[in-house]
């Protein structure tokens, strides 16, 4: 009895065997690089789980080694990148999981924010970027159709790549230059720029109910940089307020029919209300995941497990009050070349909340772009009685820790 991760997210591999352990099944991952999962797979033991070593950008392939596997049971599909080809792999092997169309959609960020604001989610819509080589009648559009200050971003990107925020006439011509020297994931699309502190919404939704189980607060990096600078789980809203994100997010997930898994809706909370930025169909990234299953008590992977397996999540409908809040924060390189080390790691035992290290490159990694999460190198987590001082305690001691970066190979 086997269930298949089609890739994973770089955090979690562990608590997912043990789901997997609980559940009576045998987990394998398909990956076409072992090396993103080092710190998991070195923490667990050699016989955990099964690693097939497959080009997951080959759908075919893919199938091919999906066909090869005894008792399958389901397939746990928690990437955006390979969204749509598990999507396709679920209807084609008769699993239980979100339709392709549905991933469709959600990896293409003009149309979400388009039927959003044809539902009345939205106060705006987005536009593709149009066509040609008159970069500046393409600027004169643009401003015209969404107005100033506004987004350039790749429609279906991930982890902050290919994002740009224009404020003036100039911000968007320089944007466009840039976007035109980028190898898209999607197509480039505007939309307007929303001020206000970024969140996400961490949901589970079954049988079409979406339940809140919390809000992460996203502290991002000063302009022109679009970083993440850290998270902290959960914030403390009023509960009007709360209770008014909760009718809004399973709003959000309906109207693009969203109906079964764990998702991560990140939003900008703007003087008038909630606006989306993005729905990831998908546990958080980074360590949102972890925090999670701190916070609850539990292990939320185990709800992943059941819905792959077609059964409802069983998830605890409140965390204990001994829980604690969690944060975290990305510890980025300065500069260019090659990580050698990491210094201060020694002294993260010094700080309260129990911080803790989760490394995400090795030693000799060269690091090559500075201006998104690709400059990470890992994270340090720490925990709080609430995120405000969770979000305190991690800030301290990831200020102690300081990557050793080699202009050498």
Not at 1 to 30: K, N, P, Q, S, Y
Not at 111 to 139: F, K, N
Not at 171 to 176: Q, T
Not at 309 to 318: D, I, K, M, S, T
Request: one cysteine or more; a negative charge; charged letters at 20%.
């Amino acid at each position: 009895m086997t269930i298949v991760l089609l890739e994973a997210l770089t955090f979690g591999l562990g608590r997912l065997v043990d789901a997997a352990d609980r559940a009576g099944e045998r987990l394998c991952l398909l990956t076409h690089d072992r090396g993103w999962y080092r710190y998991e797979l070195s923490r667990l033991r050699p016989d955990a789980l099964d690693v097939v070593d497959v080009d997951t950008y080959d759908a075919a392939a893919c199938a091919t080694a999906l066909s090869k596997i005894p008792d399958l049971h389901g397939m746990i599909n928690s990437t955006d990148t390979w969204g749509v080809t598990g999507a396709g792999l679920l209807a084609e092997f008769g699993l239980p999981g979100t339709p392709v169309d549905t991933w469709r959609l959600l990896r293409d960020k003009q149309r979400v924010r388009a039927l959003l604001h044809q539902r009345g989610l939205s106060r705006t819509t987005a536009v593709d970027v149009p066509g040609g080589s008159d970069r500046e009648r393409i600027v004169d559009a643009l401003r015209e159709q969404v107005g100033l200050p506004l987004v350039v971003k790749d429609s279906a990107g991930t982890s902050s790549r290919n994002v740009w925020i224009a404020r003036t006439r100039a911000d968007l011509s320089a944007a466009l230059a840039a976007a035109g020297t980028r190898q898209l994931t999607g197509r480039l699309v505007v939309e307007p720029f929303f001020a206000g502190p970024l969140y996400s919404a961490e949901t589970l939704t079954w049988a079409g109910r979406t339940r809140l189980l919390g809000v992460l607060s996203r502290q991002v990096s000063r302009e022109p940089l679009v970083r993440e600078e850290a998270s902290a789980y959960p914030v403390a809203l009023p509960e009007p307020d709360l209770a008014a994100l909760a009718e809004w997010v399973a709003s959000v997930l309906a109207a693009v029919g969203y109906e079964q898994g764990f998702a991560h809706v990140e939003f900008v909370l703007t003087s008038d209300g909630p606006e989306l930025i993005e729905i990831n169909g998908r546990i958080g990234g980074a360590l949102v995941g972890e925090a999670l299953c701190r916070r609850l008590d539990a292990n939320v992977y185990e709800g992943l497990v059941r819905m792959a397996l077609g059964q409802p999540p069983a998830l605890p409908e409140h965390a204990p009050d001994s829980a604690p809040a969690v944060a975290f924060a990305p510890v980025y390189a300065d500069r260019a070349g090659a990580l050698t080390d990491v210094r201060g790691l020694d002294a993260l035992t010094d700080f309260p909340g129990t911080p803790r290290w989760y490394p995400t490159a090795r030693s000799g990694q060269r690091i090559e772009h500075l201006t998104d999460q690709r400059a990470c190198i890992g994270f340090v987590l720490a925990e709080g009685p609430t995120a405000e001082l969770a979000l305190h305690r991690v800030l301290s001691a990831a200020g102690a820790v300081r990557p050793m970066i080699s202009d050498g190979p």
